[in-house]
């Protein structure tokens, strides 16, 4: 069994930074990528950023691309945003994902930013 735990989230104001964490434990076979999805309220899961285990970065669009950064722990098996310049548009629940064996995720961390 594998276990995702995420920390980070909060409220802040519009124009402010937060950081999410995400660690994971267990019986981890392999990880290809770590990674961000986001999901607010009434709208399913997006995609928001990635990261393999050799580094490279992938994320979802303009709109976070300049203003969120993930980086990785490969020997912590844990993954962060770094996002900055936050919007009332970036309020979510983010989860974290594991893309490995076995594809595991978190349980979620909120984030919201007031205007």
């Known amino acids: 069994q594998v276990q995702l735990v995420e920390s980070g989230g909060g409220l802040v104001q519009a124009g402010g930074s937060l950081r999410l964490s995400c660690a994971a434990s267990?019986?981890?076979?392999?990880?290809?990528?770590m990674a961000w999805y986001r999901q607010a309220p009434g709208k399913q899961r997006d995609f928001v950023a990635r990261i393999t285990r050799g580094g490279s970065t992938t994320y979802a669009d303009s709109s976070v691309k300049g203003r969120f950064t993930i980086f990785g722990d490969n020997a912590k098996n844990a993954v962060h945003l770094q996002m900055t310049n936050l919007t009332p548009e970036d309020s979510a629940v983010y989860y974290c994902?594991?893309?490995?064996?076995?594809?595991?995720w978190g349980q979620g961390t909120r984030v919201t930013v007031s205007s």
């Open positions: 267990g019986s981890i076979f392999s990880i290809n990528a």
């Open positions: 994902n594991l893309q490995g064996i076995p594809d595991t």
